[in-house]
Protein backbone atom coordinates (compact mmCIF):
# COMPACT_ATOMS: atom_id res chain seq x y z
CA UNK A 1 0.00 0.00 0.00
CA UNK A 2 2.67 2.66 0.89
CA UNK A 3 4.65 2.06 -2.58
CA UNK A 4 1.22 2.41 -4.24
CA UNK A 5 0.73 5.83 -2.74
CA UNK A 6 4.34 6.62 -3.36
CA UNK A 7 3.93 5.85 -7.34
CA UNK A 8 0.61 8.16 -7.40
CA UNK A 9 2.40 10.72 -5.48
CA UNK A 10 5.73 10.51 -7.70
CA UNK A 11 3.34 10.51 -10.86
CA UNK A 12 1.15 13.31 -9.69
CA UNK A 13 4.64 15.70 -9.10
CA UNK A 14 5.78 14.21 -12.67
CA UNK A 15 1.64 15.82 -14.02
CA UNK A 16 2.96 19.41 -12.49
CA UNK A 17 5.99 19.33 -13.46
CA UNK A 18 5.46 18.73 -17.00
CA UNK A 19 3.07 21.67 -16.46
CA UNK A 20 4.75 23.95 -15.46
CA UNK A 21 6.92 23.59 -18.17
CA UNK A 22 4.47 23.75 -20.94
CA UNK A 23 2.74 26.58 -19.08
CA UNK A 24 3.39 29.99 -21.34
CA UNK A 25 4.25 33.13 -19.24
CA UNK A 26 2.19 35.42 -18.01
CA UNK A 27 2.19 38.39 -20.42
CA UNK A 28 4.12 41.89 -19.39
CA UNK A 29 0.97 43.68 -19.31
CA UNK A 30 -0.57 40.98 -17.03
CA UNK A 31 2.57 41.03 -14.91
CA UNK A 32 2.64 44.83 -14.02
CA UNK A 33 -0.51 47.17 -12.45
CA UNK A 34 -1.46 49.39 -16.12
CA UNK A 35 -1.19 52.96 -14.43
CA UNK A 36 -0.81 56.43 -17.11
CA UNK A 37 2.96 57.96 -16.96
CA UNK A 38 0.97 61.03 -15.61
CA UNK A 39 -2.09 62.55 -14.40
CA UNK A 40 -2.73 66.16 -15.03
CA UNK A 41 -4.88 68.29 -12.81
CA UNK A 42 -6.53 71.31 -14.11
CA UNK A 43 -8.72 73.59 -12.42
CA UNK A 44 -9.46 76.48 -14.02
CA UNK A 45 -10.93 79.71 -11.32
CA UNK A 46 -14.21 80.87 -11.62
CA UNK A 47 -15.40 78.67 -14.57
CA UNK A 48 -18.75 78.31 -14.87
CA UNK A 49 -20.11 75.60 -16.67
CA UNK A 50 -21.95 76.85 -19.38
CA UNK A 51 -18.36 78.66 -20.32
CA UNK A 52 -17.68 74.91 -22.26
CA UNK A 53 -20.74 75.85 -24.34
CA UNK A 54 -21.46 79.54 -24.61
CA UNK A 55 -18.02 79.75 -26.39
CA UNK A 56 -18.42 76.63 -27.99
CA UNK A 57 -18.46 77.40 -31.47
CA UNK A 58 -15.40 79.55 -31.27
CA UNK A 59 -13.18 76.97 -29.55
CA UNK A 60 -10.30 75.23 -32.09
CA UNK A 61 -10.56 71.26 -32.01
CA UNK A 62 -7.31 70.92 -29.94
CA UNK A 63 -8.71 72.86 -26.57
CA UNK A 64 -11.72 72.76 -25.28
CA UNK A 65 -13.18 70.55 -27.64
CA UNK A 66 -11.04 67.83 -27.94
CA UNK A 67 -11.75 67.22 -24.27
CA UNK A 68 -15.85 66.93 -25.34
CA UNK A 69 -15.06 64.88 -28.25
CA UNK A 70 -12.37 62.27 -26.52
CA UNK A 71 -12.88 62.13 -23.23
CA UNK A 72 -15.37 62.26 -20.77
CA UNK A 73 -18.13 65.13 -19.66
CA UNK A 74 -20.25 65.01 -16.44
CA UNK A 75 -22.61 68.16 -16.85
CA UNK A 76 -24.31 68.15 -13.69
CA UNK A 77 -21.19 68.75 -11.32
CA UNK A 78 -22.00 70.75 -8.29
CA UNK A 79 -20.10 72.16 -5.36
CA UNK A 80 -21.96 70.76 -2.19
CA UNK A 81 -21.10 73.18 0.63
CA UNK A 82 -21.18 76.45 0.89
CA UNK A 83 -18.76 79.24 0.43
CA UNK A 84 -17.58 78.69 -2.67
CA UNK A 85 -14.70 80.04 -2.89
CA UNK A 86 -10.91 79.39 -3.88
CA UNK A 87 -8.95 77.26 -1.25
CA UNK A 88 -12.05 75.42 -0.37
CA UNK A 89 -12.68 74.32 -3.77
CA UNK A 90 -9.10 73.63 -4.56
CA UNK A 91 -9.40 71.22 -1.30
CA UNK A 92 -12.62 70.02 -2.54
CA UNK A 93 -11.36 68.47 -5.33
CA UNK A 94 -7.87 66.97 -4.11
CA UNK A 95 -9.56 65.81 -0.79
CA UNK A 96 -12.92 64.65 -2.07
CA UNK A 97 -13.79 66.16 1.33
CA UNK A 98 -15.76 69.06 2.57
CA UNK A 99 -15.06 72.39 5.03
CA UNK A 100 -16.54 70.46 7.80
CA UNK A 101 -14.05 67.94 7.89
CA UNK A 102 -10.97 69.12 5.59
CA UNK A 103 -11.19 72.57 7.40
CA UNK A 104 -10.24 74.93 4.53
CA UNK A 105 -13.30 76.75 5.97
CA UNK A 106 -12.94 79.95 3.32
CA UNK A 107 -9.46 81.94 1.50
CA UNK A 108 -9.27 83.17 5.40
CA UNK A 109 -11.71 82.24 8.26
CA UNK A 110 -12.08 83.52 12.06
CA UNK A 111 -10.45 81.31 14.45
CA UNK A 112 -14.04 81.44 16.91
CA UNK A 113 -11.25 80.63 20.23
CA UNK A 114 -9.55 83.59 19.22
CA UNK A 115 -10.98 85.81 16.96
CA UNK A 116 -8.10 85.74 15.01
CA UNK A 117 -7.96 86.00 10.67
CA UNK A 118 -6.51 82.93 9.03
CA UNK A 119 -5.23 82.93 5.92
CA UNK A 120 -5.52 79.62 4.71
CA UNK A 121 -2.01 78.55 3.56
CA UNK A 122 -0.37 81.13 5.98
CA UNK A 123 2.75 79.78 7.64
CA UNK A 124 4.62 81.93 9.92
CA UNK A 125 7.09 78.55 10.76
CA UNK A 126 8.65 79.09 7.18
CA UNK A 127 9.97 81.51 4.84
CA UNK A 128 10.12 82.20 1.09
CA UNK A 129 12.42 80.40 -1.52
CA UNK A 130 13.00 82.79 -4.49
CA UNK A 131 11.92 85.83 -2.41
CA UNK A 132 11.95 87.75 0.40
CA UNK A 133 8.37 88.87 0.39
CA UNK A 134 5.86 87.82 2.91
CA UNK A 135 4.09 86.12 0.07
CA UNK A 136 6.69 83.10 0.29
CA UNK A 137 5.61 82.62 4.36
CA UNK A 138 3.17 79.69 2.94
CA UNK A 139 2.40 76.17 3.60
CA UNK A 140 -0.46 72.99 3.61
CA UNK A 141 0.03 72.93 7.62
CA UNK A 142 -4.07 74.48 7.70
CA UNK A 143 -5.30 71.52 5.76
CA UNK A 144 -6.41 68.97 8.19
CA UNK A 145 -6.97 66.09 5.47
CA UNK A 146 -4.78 64.29 2.71
CA UNK A 147 -5.50 64.38 -0.41
CA UNK A 148 -5.62 62.26 -3.55
CA UNK A 149 -1.92 63.54 -4.19
CA UNK A 150 -0.76 62.44 -1.31
CA UNK A 151 -2.50 58.98 -1.41
CA UNK A 152 -0.55 58.33 -4.45
CA UNK A 153 2.49 59.36 -2.80
CA UNK A 154 2.04 56.80 -0.09
CA UNK A 155 1.03 54.63 -2.26
CA UNK A 156 4.12 54.12 -4.26
CA UNK A 157 6.18 54.43 -1.46
CA UNK A 158 6.77 58.37 -2.58
CA UNK A 159 8.28 57.36 -5.24
CA UNK A 160 5.89 59.42 -7.67
CA UNK A 161 6.55 62.90 -8.27
CA UNK A 162 3.85 65.19 -6.81
CA UNK A 163 4.11 69.28 -7.74
CA UNK A 164 1.38 71.91 -7.48
CA UNK A 165 1.68 75.40 -9.54
CA UNK A 166 -0.50 78.54 -10.00
CA UNK A 167 -0.54 82.00 -10.02
CA UNK A 168 -2.48 81.94 -6.07
CA UNK A 169 -0.64 80.64 -3.34
CA UNK A 170 -3.53 78.11 -2.12
CA UNK A 171 -4.49 76.92 -6.09
CA UNK A 172 -0.70 75.43 -6.46
CA UNK A 173 -0.16 74.58 -2.29
CA UNK A 174 -3.58 72.78 -1.36
CA UNK A 175 -3.84 70.53 -4.43
CA UNK A 176 -0.30 69.38 -3.90
CA UNK A 177 -1.47 67.66 -0.43
CA UNK A 178 1.22 67.69 2.46
CA UNK A 179 3.58 64.95 1.10
CA UNK A 180 3.94 67.15 -1.90
CA UNK A 181 7.95 67.24 -3.84
CA UNK A 182 7.07 71.22 -4.70
CA UNK A 183 4.57 73.86 -4.94
CA UNK A 184 5.06 77.01 -7.23
CA UNK A 185 3.47 80.56 -7.26
CA UNK A 186 3.72 83.91 -8.54
CA UNK A 187 5.50 86.59 -6.47
CA UNK A 188 4.19 89.60 -7.41
CA UNK A 189 7.03 91.65 -5.95
CA UNK A 190 9.84 90.19 -7.83
CA UNK A 191 7.68 88.93 -10.76
CA UNK A 192 9.02 85.41 -10.10
CA UNK A 193 7.90 82.24 -9.20
CA UNK A 194 8.62 81.17 -5.85
CA UNK A 195 8.11 78.07 -3.13
CA UNK A 196 8.74 78.10 0.54
CA UNK A 197 11.14 76.48 2.90
CA UNK A 198 8.44 73.63 3.76
CA UNK A 199 9.55 71.88 0.64
CA UNK A 200 13.02 73.18 -0.02
CA UNK A 201 15.55 75.25 0.97
CA UNK A 202 16.72 76.54 -2.55
CA UNK A 203 14.87 76.81 -5.94
CA UNK A 204 16.08 73.95 -8.81
CA UNK A 205 17.87 75.37 -11.54
CA UNK A 206 15.08 74.44 -13.92
CA UNK A 207 12.46 77.49 -11.99
CA UNK A 208 16.11 79.74 -11.87
CA UNK A 209 16.36 79.42 -15.51
CA UNK A 210 12.79 80.09 -16.18
CA UNK A 211 12.33 82.56 -13.48
CA UNK A 212 15.53 84.48 -15.30
CA UNK A 213 13.46 84.55 -18.91
CA UNK A 214 11.07 87.30 -17.01
CA UNK A 215 8.29 85.54 -18.66
CA UNK A 216 5.95 88.18 -16.52
CA UNK A 217 7.50 90.88 -18.42
CA UNK A 218 8.01 89.27 -21.61
CA UNK A 219 3.75 88.48 -22.28
CA UNK A 220 3.37 92.46 -20.57
CA UNK A 221 4.93 94.04 -22.91
CA UNK A 222 2.93 92.41 -25.96
CA UNK A 223 -0.32 94.21 -24.85
CA UNK A 224 -3.92 92.69 -24.63
CA UNK A 225 -5.11 92.79 -27.45
CA UNK A 226 -8.27 90.97 -28.82
CA UNK A 227 -7.78 87.94 -30.25
CA UNK A 228 -10.49 88.25 -32.93
CA UNK A 229 -11.90 91.58 -34.36
CA UNK A 230 -14.47 92.96 -31.30
CA UNK A 231 -17.72 92.49 -33.65
CA UNK A 232 -17.44 89.43 -33.33
CA UNK A 233 -17.73 88.59 -29.76
CA UNK A 234 -21.40 88.40 -29.99
CA UNK A 235 -21.85 86.28 -26.80
CA UNK A 236 -20.88 89.00 -24.75
CA UNK A 237 -22.25 93.11 -24.11
CA UNK A 238 -20.76 95.37 -25.72
CA UNK A 239 -16.80 96.42 -25.09
CA UNK A 240 -17.58 99.31 -23.41
CA UNK A 241 -20.14 98.71 -20.19
CA UNK A 242 -18.68 100.56 -17.41
CA UNK A 243 -21.59 99.91 -15.61
CA UNK A 244 -20.78 96.47 -15.52
CA UNK A 245 -17.05 96.49 -15.95
CA UNK A 246 -14.21 97.42 -14.14
CA UNK A 247 -11.68 99.50 -15.95
CA UNK A 248 -7.75 98.97 -15.34
CA UNK A 249 -6.08 101.57 -13.49
CA UNK A 250 -4.79 104.75 -15.69
CA UNK A 251 -7.22 103.58 -18.08
CA UNK A 252 -10.32 105.80 -19.81
CA UNK A 253 -12.43 103.01 -19.97
CA UNK A 254 -12.59 98.90 -19.76
CA UNK A 255 -12.08 97.93 -23.38
CA UNK A 256 -9.59 96.11 -25.40
CA UNK A 257 -7.06 96.34 -26.04
CA UNK A 258 -4.99 97.63 -23.24
CA UNK A 259 -1.75 98.59 -23.74
CA UNK A 260 -0.10 96.56 -20.37
CA UNK A 261 3.15 97.57 -21.85
CA UNK A 262 2.65 101.29 -20.97
CA UNK A 263 0.68 100.49 -17.40
CA UNK A 264 2.64 98.21 -15.94
CA UNK A 265 5.50 99.86 -14.92
CA UNK A 266 7.16 97.24 -12.97
CA UNK A 267 4.00 95.72 -11.17
CA UNK A 268 4.60 92.35 -12.43
CA UNK A 269 1.23 91.37 -10.30
CA UNK A 270 -0.84 93.04 -13.33
CA UNK A 271 -0.20 89.69 -15.47
CA UNK A 272 -2.60 87.87 -12.67
CA UNK A 273 -5.52 90.06 -14.59
CA UNK A 274 -4.92 89.16 -18.38
CA UNK A 275 -4.98 85.99 -20.40
CA UNK A 276 -1.55 86.23 -20.29
CA UNK A 277 -1.50 84.93 -16.29
CA UNK A 278 -2.45 81.44 -17.63
CA UNK A 279 -0.35 81.07 -20.40
CA UNK A 280 2.77 81.67 -18.38
CA UNK A 281 1.26 79.23 -15.85
CA UNK A 282 1.30 76.63 -18.42
CA UNK A 283 4.49 77.97 -19.79
CA UNK A 284 5.96 76.73 -16.38
CA UNK A 285 3.68 73.16 -16.56
CA UNK A 286 5.78 72.35 -19.33
CA UNK A 287 9.10 73.18 -17.95
CA UNK A 288 8.26 71.58 -14.46
CA UNK A 289 7.29 68.32 -17.00
CA UNK A 290 11.20 68.86 -18.86
CA UNK A 291 13.01 69.84 -15.37
CA UNK A 292 11.65 67.06 -13.27
CA UNK A 293 10.92 64.38 -16.00
CA UNK A 294 7.54 64.05 -15.12
CA UNK A 295 5.73 61.41 -16.64
CA UNK A 296 9.54 59.44 -16.89
CA UNK A 297 8.98 57.83 -13.64
CA UNK A 298 8.37 53.94 -13.36
CA UNK A 299 5.35 55.13 -11.43
CA UNK A 300 2.62 57.60 -11.76
CA UNK A 301 3.75 61.26 -11.29
CA UNK A 302 0.87 64.16 -10.91
CA UNK A 303 1.17 67.58 -12.03
CA UNK A 304 -1.43 70.04 -10.29
CA UNK A 305 -2.17 73.03 -12.16
CA UNK A 306 -4.40 76.18 -11.18
CA UNK A 307 -5.24 78.43 -14.06
CA UNK A 308 -5.99 81.75 -12.11
CA UNK A 309 -6.21 84.60 -14.16
CA UNK A 310 -9.71 83.68 -15.21
CA UNK A 311 -10.71 84.39 -11.78
CA UNK A 312 -9.04 87.79 -11.61
CA UNK A 313 -10.56 88.24 -14.70
CA UNK A 314 -13.98 87.45 -14.14
CA UNK A 315 -13.74 89.53 -11.09
CA UNK A 316 -12.70 92.72 -12.79
CA UNK A 317 -15.17 92.66 -15.81
CA UNK A 318 -18.12 90.26 -15.28
CA UNK A 319 -19.26 86.78 -17.45
CA UNK A 320 -20.78 88.93 -20.14
CA UNK A 321 -17.64 91.01 -20.75
CA UNK A 322 -15.66 90.85 -23.54
CA UNK A 323 -13.02 90.33 -21.84
CA UNK A 324 -14.21 87.20 -19.98
CA UNK A 325 -14.77 85.83 -23.59
CA UNK A 326 -11.51 86.88 -24.89
CA UNK A 327 -10.09 84.87 -21.88
CA UNK A 328 -11.46 81.89 -22.65
CA UNK A 329 -10.77 81.50 -26.33
CA UNK A 330 -7.01 82.20 -25.42
CA UNK A 331 -6.98 79.53 -22.73
CA UNK A 332 -8.80 77.09 -25.45
CA UNK A 333 -5.52 77.83 -27.59
CA UNK A 334 -3.09 77.53 -24.77
CA UNK A 335 -4.97 73.91 -23.62
CA UNK A 336 -4.61 72.70 -27.35
CA UNK A 337 -1.00 73.95 -27.07
CA UNK A 338 -0.49 71.97 -23.89
CA UNK A 339 -2.18 69.08 -25.22
CA UNK A 340 -0.66 68.98 -27.77
CA UNK A 341 2.96 69.37 -25.81
CA UNK A 342 1.90 66.18 -23.73
CA UNK A 343 1.03 63.98 -26.49
CA UNK A 344 4.62 64.56 -28.09
CA UNK A 345 6.70 64.12 -24.40
CA UNK A 346 4.76 61.20 -23.33
CA UNK A 347 2.49 59.85 -26.75
CA UNK A 348 -1.49 60.51 -26.69
CA UNK A 349 -2.94 57.82 -24.06
CA UNK A 350 -0.67 57.78 -21.93
CA UNK A 351 -1.53 60.42 -19.59
CA UNK A 352 -4.73 61.15 -18.01
CA UNK A 353 -6.12 64.88 -17.37
CA UNK A 354 -9.48 65.87 -15.68
CA UNK A 355 -10.52 69.83 -16.00
CA UNK A 356 -13.13 71.13 -13.66
CA UNK A 357 -13.50 74.42 -11.50
CA UNK A 358 -13.48 75.24 -7.97
CA UNK A 359 -16.44 77.46 -8.07
CA UNK A 360 -18.21 79.14 -11.09
CA UNK A 361 -19.62 83.15 -10.62
CA UNK A 362 -23.02 84.69 -10.65
CA UNK A 363 -23.84 87.65 -13.29
CA UNK A 364 -23.29 91.40 -12.51
CA UNK A 365 -26.49 92.36 -10.43
CA UNK A 366 -26.74 95.25 -12.20
CA UNK A 367 -26.86 93.39 -15.61
CA UNK A 368 -29.53 91.56 -14.25
CA UNK A 369 -31.47 94.43 -13.10
CA UNK A 370 -30.94 96.36 -16.78
CA UNK A 371 -33.04 92.89 -18.15
CA UNK A 372 -35.21 92.63 -15.58
CA UNK A 373 -34.33 89.84 -13.49
CA UNK A 374 -33.84 90.13 -9.81
CA UNK A 375 -30.43 91.33 -8.17
CA UNK A 376 -28.28 92.88 -5.95
CA UNK A 377 -25.21 93.81 -4.05
CA UNK A 378 -25.87 93.23 -0.17
CA UNK A 379 -24.16 96.15 1.40
CA UNK A 380 -23.25 94.24 4.92
CA UNK A 381 -21.05 97.30 6.49
CA UNK A 382 -23.96 98.91 7.54
CA UNK A 383 -25.53 96.12 8.48
CA UNK A 384 -23.31 95.35 10.85
CA UNK A 385 -23.28 97.85 12.84
CA UNK A 386 -26.50 98.48 12.82
CA UNK A 387 -26.48 94.81 14.77
CA UNK A 388 -23.60 96.04 16.88
CA UNK A 389 -25.52 98.68 18.01
CA UNK A 390 -28.78 96.66 18.84
CA UNK A 391 -26.59 94.03 21.11
CA UNK A 392 -24.60 96.94 22.78
CA UNK A 393 -27.76 98.44 23.53
CA UNK A 394 -28.71 95.27 25.03
CA UNK A 395 -25.48 93.66 26.33
CA UNK A 396 -23.68 96.79 27.23
CA UNK A 397 -20.49 95.49 25.11
CA UNK A 398 -19.28 96.58 22.38
CA UNK A 399 -18.49 94.92 18.76
CA UNK A 400 -19.76 91.81 19.70
CA UNK A 401 -19.82 90.48 16.03
CA UNK A 402 -16.67 90.67 14.33
CA UNK A 403 -17.94 90.17 11.02
CA UNK A 404 -19.89 88.27 8.36
CA UNK A 405 -16.77 86.67 6.34
CA UNK A 406 -18.24 83.40 4.29
CA UNK A 407 -21.59 84.47 4.61
CA UNK A 408 -21.42 84.03 8.68
CA UNK A 409 -21.97 85.59 11.80
CA UNK A 410 -18.72 85.67 13.66
CA UNK A 411 -19.01 86.33 17.13
CA UNK A 412 -16.65 88.25 19.42
CA UNK A 413 -15.77 84.91 21.91
CA UNK A 414 -13.48 86.25 23.88
CA UNK A 415 -15.37 89.39 24.66
CA UNK A 416 -18.60 86.97 25.12
CA UNK A 417 -16.96 84.57 27.38
CA UNK A 418 -15.12 87.52 29.60
CA UNK A 419 -18.80 89.11 30.30
CA UNK A 420 -20.47 85.68 30.58
CA UNK A 421 -23.16 86.24 27.84
CA UNK A 422 -25.42 83.99 26.91
CA UNK A 423 -24.73 82.62 23.22
CA UNK A 424 -28.24 81.26 22.91
CA UNK A 425 -29.83 84.92 23.55
CA UNK A 426 -27.13 86.49 21.19
CA UNK A 427 -27.77 84.34 18.40
CA UNK A 428 -31.58 84.15 18.97
CA UNK A 429 -30.86 88.55 18.82
CA UNK A 430 -28.89 88.43 15.64
CA UNK A 431 -31.30 86.06 13.76
CA UNK A 432 -33.82 87.99 14.66
CA UNK A 433 -32.42 91.23 13.28
CA UNK A 434 -30.96 89.84 10.31
CA UNK A 435 -34.54 87.90 9.52
CA UNK A 436 -36.08 91.48 8.94
CA UNK A 437 -33.24 92.35 6.13
CA UNK A 438 -34.96 92.66 2.83
CA UNK A 439 -31.75 91.19 0.81
CA UNK A 440 -31.72 87.85 3.36
CA UNK A 441 -34.00 84.94 2.03
CA UNK A 442 -32.42 82.89 5.52
CA UNK A 443 -30.61 82.64 8.66
CA UNK A 444 -29.65 79.55 10.07
CA UNK A 445 -28.11 78.86 13.79
CA UNK A 446 -25.48 76.60 12.86
CA UNK A 447 -26.34 74.03 16.05
CA UNK A 448 -29.43 73.55 14.99
CA UNK A 449 -29.03 73.35 10.79
CA UNK A 450 -31.52 70.44 10.42
CA UNK A 451 -34.38 72.16 12.31
CA UNK A 452 -34.05 74.81 9.66
CA UNK A 453 -37.46 75.40 7.70
CA UNK A 454 -35.69 75.41 4.53
CA UNK A 455 -34.69 72.81 1.14
CA UNK A 456 -33.06 69.70 2.52
CA UNK A 457 -30.25 70.94 -0.45
CA UNK A 458 -29.12 74.00 1.51
CA UNK A 459 -29.51 72.22 4.70
CA UNK A 460 -26.93 69.49 3.58
CA UNK A 461 -24.51 72.32 1.91
CA UNK A 462 -24.85 74.53 5.27
CA UNK A 463 -23.40 71.31 6.94
CA UNK A 464 -20.85 70.35 4.89
CA UNK A 465 -19.54 74.02 5.10
CA UNK A 466 -19.37 74.28 8.74
CA UNK A 467 -16.52 73.60 10.84
CA UNK A 468 -17.32 74.18 14.50
CA UNK A 469 -13.23 75.93 14.99
CA UNK A 470 -13.26 77.92 11.86
CA UNK A 471 -16.63 79.05 10.67
CA UNK A 472 -19.28 81.15 12.40
CA UNK A 473 -21.83 80.67 14.52
CA UNK A 474 -24.55 81.87 12.14
CA UNK A 475 -25.15 81.03 8.54
CA UNK A 476 -26.34 83.76 6.15
CA UNK A 477 -28.33 82.72 2.91
CA UNK A 478 -29.00 85.54 0.68
CA UNK A 479 -31.98 85.88 -1.90
CA UNK A 480 -31.46 84.74 -5.62
CA UNK A 481 -29.37 87.15 -7.67
CA UNK A 482 -28.01 88.91 -4.78
CA UNK A 483 -23.77 88.54 -3.14
CA UNK A 484 -22.12 90.57 -0.62
CA UNK A 485 -20.54 94.11 -0.90
CA UNK A 486 -18.24 93.33 -4.46
CA UNK A 487 -18.89 96.62 -5.33
CA UNK A 488 -21.36 97.64 -8.45
CA UNK A 489 -19.03 96.25 -11.40
CA UNK A 490 -17.23 92.79 -12.26
CA UNK A 491 -18.88 89.94 -10.24
CA UNK A 492 -17.60 87.66 -7.50
CA UNK A 493 -19.52 83.78 -6.16
CA UNK A 494 -19.55 82.35 -2.99
CA UNK A 495 -23.03 81.09 -2.49
CA UNK A 496 -24.94 78.65 -2.84
CA UNK A 497 -26.67 79.15 -6.05
CA UNK A 498 -25.61 77.46 -9.68
CA UNK A 499 -24.02 80.53 -10.79
CA UNK A 500 -21.50 79.66 -8.24
CA UNK A 501 -21.95 76.06 -7.56
CA UNK A 502 -22.12 74.61 -11.04
CA UNK A 503 -18.93 73.59 -12.47
CA UNK A 504 -17.12 71.35 -15.30
CA UNK A 505 -16.18 68.10 -15.35
CA UNK A 506 -14.18 66.31 -18.22
CA UNK A 507 -11.96 63.72 -17.73
CA UNK A 508 -9.79 62.88 -21.19
CA UNK A 509 -7.03 59.95 -21.90
CA UNK A 510 -5.24 56.89 -20.32
CA UNK A 511 -8.50 54.88 -18.81
CA UNK A 512 -11.60 57.63 -19.71
CA UNK A 513 -14.18 56.42 -22.05
CA UNK A 514 -15.63 58.89 -24.14
CA UNK A 515 -19.12 59.86 -23.62
CA UNK A 516 -21.48 61.81 -20.98
CA UNK A 517 -23.57 62.15 -17.69
CA UNK A 518 -26.64 63.93 -16.96
CA UNK A 519 -27.08 62.85 -13.36
CA UNK A 520 -26.37 65.06 -10.67
CA UNK A 521 -22.24 64.26 -9.61
CA UNK A 522 -20.42 66.23 -6.86
CA UNK A 523 -17.01 68.26 -6.80
CA UNK A 524 -16.34 65.42 -3.97
CA UNK A 525 -16.39 62.74 -6.64
CA UNK A 526 -13.30 63.83 -8.16
CA UNK A 527 -10.98 62.46 -6.18
CA UNK A 528 -12.22 58.96 -5.66
CA UNK A 529 -12.86 59.13 -9.18
CA UNK A 530 -8.91 59.44 -9.71
CA UNK A 531 -8.02 57.44 -6.62
CA UNK A 532 -10.08 54.10 -8.31
CA UNK A 533 -8.16 55.19 -11.86
CA UNK A 534 -5.05 54.84 -9.98
CA UNK A 535 -6.01 51.58 -7.81
CA UNK A 536 -5.13 53.81 -4.97
CA UNK A 537 -6.66 54.34 -1.48
CA UNK A 538 -9.39 57.53 -1.82
CA UNK A 539 -8.12 60.46 0.96
CA UNK A 540 -8.35 59.98 4.19
CA UNK A 541 -11.44 62.12 4.51
CA UNK A 542 -12.98 61.69 1.65
CA UNK A 543 -17.09 61.44 1.52
CA UNK A 544 -17.26 61.29 -2.40
CA UNK A 545 -18.33 58.30 -4.48
CA UNK A 546 -16.26 57.23 -7.69
CA UNK A 547 -17.63 58.12 -11.33
CA UNK A 548 -17.35 54.94 -12.49
CA UNK A 549 -19.10 55.83 -16.17
CA UNK A 550 -16.11 57.81 -16.44
CA UNK A 551 -13.39 55.01 -16.48
CA UNK A 552 -12.91 51.85 -18.82
Known amino acids: MKNKILLILALAGATLSSSAQTKK ?25 DYLYRFYDRYQAGGFKRMLNEGFTCENTL ?14 VYTGSVPAIHGIAGNDWTIQATGKSMYCTDDSTVVGVGSTSAAGKMSPRNLLASTVTDELRLATNF ?14 ILPGGHAANAAYWFDDATGNWITSTYYMTDLPAW ?44 TDAPTLPVKTSALYNGRMGMIRSTPYGNTMTLDLAKATIEGEALGKNVVTDFLAVSLSSTDYVGHQFGPNSVE ?54 WNDSPVRTALNKLLEDKYKVKNLVLNFGNYQVNFNNAAIKKENLSNEGLKA ?13 YVVDMQRIQSASMP ?55 GIKHGSLTRETHMTDIAATVAQLLHIQAPNGNIGTAIGEVLK
Open 25 to 49: PLPVSAQTLARPKLVVGLVVDQMRW
Open 324 to 377: VEDTYLRLDNDLAAFFTYLDGKLGKGNYSVFLTADHAAAHNPQFLIDHNIPAGV
Open 79 to 92: VPYIPTVTAAGHTC
Open 207 to 250: VKTFNASKPAEKYLKQDWNALYPINTYVQSAPDNSPKYEGKFAG
Open 429 to 441: DCIDFLQKQPEIA
Open 456 to 510: DELRTRITNGYNAERSGAIQIILKPGWYSGHGATGTTHGTWNPYDAHIPLVFMGW
Open 159 to 172: RSKVIGIALKDRGG
